[in-house]
T-cell receptor, first 112, second 113 residues
Framework: KQEVTQIPAALSVPEGENLVLNCSFT??????LQWFRQDPGKGLTSLLL?????REQTSGRLNASLDKSSGRSTLYIAASQPGDSATYLC???????????FGTGTRLQVTL | GAGVSQTPSNKVTEKGKYVELRCDPI?????LYWYRQSLGQGPEFLIY????????DSGLPNDRFFAVRPEGSVSTLKIQRTERGDSAVYLC???????????FGNGTRLTVT
């Protein structure tokens, strides 16, 4: 059974700092890995999707890497802003490629 | 264009009652998913539709839960004899195809009293 772990559970940083969120998964036989953002009381917004054959994806200030063999992914956020404050969820697509398994998220707060 | 729409946004019901939760996916998205999210947890998979058929319902917790998508667009998640443990946010997502980025709705917060 696939298990996804995210560290840290919560993080508070001052505006402007670069930061790294970590995700690990137990079964390396994945189709892809996705990072999502969730604001309080809202649904999830897809940030980046990395196919199993890829090593990284970039979008603006976000960069996600994937090391499938070691079961790890990182989300790098450059020059953090207060608007980045949210919960960040990592999810992997495995099995019959029909279901995502999510981690419990990292709650990020960027302070002024 | 419009995103995934879920109604109602909030539902309070008494233990033992029947509820229906509706999901209107993005037009043209053939894949539709239901997830359930408890407080402080990541979403948990319930069921996946490809078109009108349930391709994977392995996440439904028991036979009180059922979902339909009769015309391959709108989907309804149905819960019979609700229990307090069913309280959670029920999220719907759609995708152009399997394995492609999911677009989530804002969810329905279900509270069973």
């Amino acid at each position: 059974k696939q298990e996804v772990t995210q560290i840290p559970a919560a993080l508070s940083v001052p505006e402007g700092e670069n930061l790294v969120l970590n995700c690990s998964f137990t079964d390396s036989a994945i189709y892809n890995l996705q990072w999502f953002r969730q604001d309080p009381g809202k649904g999830l917004t897809s940030l980046l999707l990395i196919q199993s054959s890829q090593r990284e994806q970039t979008s603006g200030r976000l960069n996600a890497s994937l090391d499938k063999s070691s079961g790890r992914s990182t989300l790098y956020i450059a020059a953090s802003q207060p608007g980045d404050s949210a919960t960040y969820l990592c999810a992997v697509l495995t099995g019959t490629a029909s279901k995502l398994t999510f981690g419990t998220g990292t709650r990020l707060q960027v302070t002024l | 264009g419009a995103g995934v729409s879920q109604t109602p946004s909030n539902k309070v019901t008494e233990k033992g009652k029947y509820v229906e939760l509706r999901c209107d996916p993005i037009s043209g998205h053939t894949a539709l998913y239901w997830y359930r999210q408890s407080l402080g947890q990541g979403p948990e998979f319930l069921i996946y539709f490809q078109g009108t058929g349930a391709a994977d319902d392995s996440g439904l917790p028991n036979d009180r839960f059922f979902a339909v998508r009769p015309e391959g667009s709108v989907s309804t998640l149905k819960i019979q004899r609700t229990e307090r443990g069913d309280s959670a946010v029920y999220l719907c997502a759609s995708s152009i195809g399997q394995g492609l980025p999911l677009h989530f709705g804002n969810g329905t917060r279900l509270t069973v009293t």
